[in-house]
């Protein structure tokens, strides 16, 4: 039995795309009339997942066969569904995918957590040259091991914090809208940040990362498979903002405020590496790009583009960058509260500075949106050094 997803003409009228059960084999196993399948052949990984093609010629299955929780065709042959748009009907359905990109991050937070395994237990041990000469040092010890290893390692601490909190908050289902941004949200960062790391570890472990009994072959199909299994990140990404969007100017939903004012206060600064300081950038970031792209919006639609080339053709960097910056906004909101929950005074020594790298690591990589909206001064970006 296989769940089909396909375009659905009623008298005419297509409704847009509906589930529905179609039986692929009888009961001695053998395809049904009409039905043909074959193996997709060999990937680069994941070979233990059977993907295959199917094949329908003329399948005709019973009107009961379709999955009527958000539409239904009645027994008179009329289209019913409480949801009038035929989009908001297929995401309906879809968000039935979001446990599963739940378990995807999951996935990709084992594959993360074995490269950096292997690439550091691999740089410990691998000597090189010291001062005398010869090889005494591990290159662990090298600040360019260190400076390409650590800011992932962090990361995938504070994406790990960042999705148990999603798992919390789609098991209570008390964040209403942000339910699927959360899950979507998790399953880009956390499969990108697997990618990252394992291409970057790959690479730190020079000859030896290059054989099969380093496993970062398999790591990284397992990164690949997390990048586009249950929705493409890009698509996901471009789905996280505008549920956004559609929260703040629909439903009431206010963003959360800076505690300063980020320009005259956190821009006159010349240390701006707490992470109390970083969440109140995270959320101005938010607050920025969200006014950027309304106002890129309206010029572009005001010019005579249609929705679609403003979408897809005048705004998506506008649009992936503020899905990740929700993201991160998300994810260290999470691990402030996790450090706030720590009972050890060394245990929250420990993992703020974990959490200081990868915030730290976010702000480096958009210093020039800092700097040029007069949230960071050169000099404060000058001194965000990972150390």
């Not at 042959?77 to 949801?83: H, I, P, R, V």
């Not at 996901?236 to 559609?246: A, F, G, N, P, R």
Request: proline share 3%.
């Amino acid at each position: 039995m296989a769940v089909v997803f396909a375009q659905t003409i009623v008298n005419g009228k297509n409704e847009g795309v509906n589930p529905f059960l179609v039986p692929t084999r009888d009961s001695n196993h053998e395809l049904m009339p009409g039905v043909q399948n074959r193996d997709m052949g060999v990937k680069i990984g994941v070979n233990g997942v059977d993907n295959a093609i199917l094949r329908f010629t003329n399948v005709r299955i019973p009107r009961n066969n379709m999955l009527t929780k958000y539409a239904e065709v009645d027994a008179t042959g009329t289209y019913q569904s409480e949801l009038a748009k035929p989009s908001q009907r297929f995401f309906a359905v879809t968000e039935r995918l979001l446990s599963g990109r739940i378990c995807i991050a999951g996935l990709c937070i084992g594959a993360t957590r074995g490269c950096l395994y292997v690439a550091i237990k691999y740089a410990k041990q691998r000597m090189s040259i010291g001062p005398e000469g010869l090889s005494t040092v591990p290159i662990m010890n090298y600040q360019l091991q260190q400076n390409a290893i650590m800011p992932l390692m962090a990361r995938m601490f504070a994406l790990n914090v960042y999705y148990n909190f999603v798992r919390q908050a789609f098991k209570e289902q008390t964040l209403g809208w942000e339910i699927p941004s959360l899950c979507s949200s998790i399953k880009t960062m956390m499969s990108w940040n697997a990618e990252r790391t394992a291409t970057t570890t790959r690479e730190r472990c020079g000859g030896m990362g290059f054989l099969s009994s380093s496993r970062f072959a398999e790591y990284l199909a397992v990164a690949h498979t997390g990048l586009t299994a249950e929705g493409d990140n890009r698509v996901l990404m471009h789905k996280i903002t505008k549920d956004l969007i559609l929260a703040v100017t629909k439903k009431g939903y206010v963003l959360p405020k800076p505690k300063l004012n980020v320009k005259a206060q956190i821009g006159t600064m010349d240390d701006v590496s707490s992470l109390e300081l970083i969440s109140d950038l995270f959320r101005f970031r938010v607050e920025t790009l969200l006014a950027k792209l309304g106002a890129k919006t309206a010029e572009l639609k005001k010019q005579g583009k249609s929705p679609y080339e403003v979408n897809m053709m005048g705004t998506s960097n506008l649009i992936q960058d503020l899905a990740m910056a929700y993201g991160e906004r998300r994810m260290i909101d999470s691990c402030l509260d996790f450090l706030g929950g720590l009972d050890s005074a060394q245990d929250r020594k420990v993992m703020e500075c974990v959490f200081r790298v990868a915030a730290i690591d976010c702000v480096k990589r958009d210093l020039s949106f800092y700097i040029s909206e007069k949230a960071i001064k050169p000099q404060a970006g000058a001194n965000l050094l990972i150390a």
